[in-house]
């Protein structure tokens, strides 16, 4: 794994942007992520008395038997810290003093909170008519249900993937991982990126972006809606499998591995059963098209599994690359890690720390190459950057002092 160094003298593309971020979890954190690797300067607003959520994520492991909080070293690199709390209106006018430097908000309190406080979108635009404001919430801002907590895995339920995610006839799954909070992310990245065009480049006012954690997720995954009008059907649970194209699995290998397999063309999988020495399944009338081999399924199933479990995966990865089909080994991170393809591109770096040493985590992604993302500053300290943040919106040395004394700001 490579071994990253912190470059904060490097220019990114997104330098000169300043994203005012008061958003908890994933999926805010995710947005901010994108802007943050690409120069911007984001700026955590968190509440003094713990900080964003992710910071209280933490994986424990013999060296640290009280835990780490790799969640927030991942996803608060590059960021800055300002710990204040937004409920006296002390700490709501130090906000207000930051906006009109600001290009981007970013929060993520239910639907009306931020009305509640005083800092509706509305007011927020006359301080700065050229803000883009990000409102990230479970269910959008409007709507019979916007009120409604919106954590991840309700999204996840009520979109339709867990429905059809798992085996068949066992109960529906939900992912293992954040992938309604990831997906929005990254949308909120891409669209925080369009309304600054508009703004930068068309001359354009600044405007709010509803951002929902269910939509993005329902966008990518697949046309079931459609689907469902014309067939009638309801996705049902298939494993490895899909409804799409087959042959498509994981098959065991002799030495207790596994590798995936995904012949999704016909040309793919007749090469597929000349390279099994079977070329007459591509005349057999249960496998000649993809039809009939989705019909057919287990009974191929069984013929390309018997097929992998006579090899070690070494053997299966060697043999079906020089075949050219498309297969590869199923992994775990102890293999991802030690991957020489993930090692050479770099996929994940080790990154400076102050309580670990490093920390590996993914590179910067995508790859720009003549305007690359910067990897600039670790995760921060809550609060780190108060003092540099409060300062750049003109506060005074003593009105710091009398928000730390008022326990507004932490010291």
């Not at 020089?322 to 991802?336: A, K, L, N, R």
């Amino acid at each position: 794994m490579r071994t990253a160094s912190f470059q904060p003298e490097q220019q990114a593309p997104l330098a000169g942007v300043r994203v005012l971020d008061l958003s908890r979890l994933v999926a805010g954190n995710m947005v901010s992520l994108q802007l943050a690797d690409f120069g911007a300067e984001v700026i955590k607003i968190e509440d003094p008395r713990g900080g964003d959520t992710l910071r209280h994520w933490r994986e424990t492991g013999p060296q640290h038997p009280e835990g780490v909080a790799l969640w927030w070293k991942v996803y608060g690199r590059n960021k800055k810290s300002l710990a204040i709390d937004l409920r006296p209106e002390s700490g709501k006018d130090v906000l207000r003093r930051l906006v009109p430097g600001a290009q981007v908000l970013i929060e993520s309190f239910r639907p009306g909170t931020l009305e509640a406080m005083g800092l509706a979108p509305e007011l927020l635009l006359e301080l700065n008519p050229r803000l883009v404001i990000v409102r990230l919430t479970g269910w959008g801002q409007t709507g019979p249900y916007h009120q409604q907590p919106g954590f991840g895995s309700l999204v996840e339920a009520m979109s339709g993937f867990a429905a059809k995610n798992g085996l068949p006839g066992q109960p529906p799954m939900l992912p293992n991982m954040a992938l309604a909070d990831m997906a929005a992310g990254l949308y909120g990245a891409f669209a925080v990126t369009v309304a600054l065009r508009e703004v930068e480049i068309r001359g354009g006012q600044g405007q709010v972006i509803d951002l929902s954690l269910i939509e993005p997720l329902l966008s990518i995954i697949g046309p079931d809606a459609a689907a469902y009008r014309v067939t009638g059907r309801v996705p049902s649970r298939t494993g490895n499998r899909t409804s799409i194209a087959a042959p498509r699995n994981v098959y065991r290998t002799a030495d207790d591995e596994w590798v995936a397999l995904s012949a999704s063309t016909q040309a793919m999988t007749e090469r597929l059963f000349r390279a099994m020495g079977r070329p007459e399944l591509a005349q057999d009338p249960r496998f000649c098209d993809n039809a009939l081999r989705l019909d057919n399924v287990e009974a191929l199933d069984v013929i390309i599994g018997a097929f992998v479990a006579a090899r070690t995966l070494e053997q299966n990865l060697a043999f079906f690359r020089e075949q050219e089909v498309t297969v590869g080994p199923v992994y775990d991170i102890s293999q991802i890690v030690t991957d020489p393809h993930i090692i050479e591109r770099g996929v994940l770096v080790d990154a400076p720390d102050e309580e670990m040493g490093s920390v590996p985590m993914h590179a910067i992604i995508p790859r720009l190459s003549a305007t690359p993302g910067v990897l600039a500053r670790a995760a921060p300290r809550l609060g780190q950057h108060n003092g540099e943040v409060l300062r750049s919106a003109g506060l005074s040395s003593a009105a710091i002092d009398a928000l730390v004394t008022a326990k507004v700001v932490s010291p």
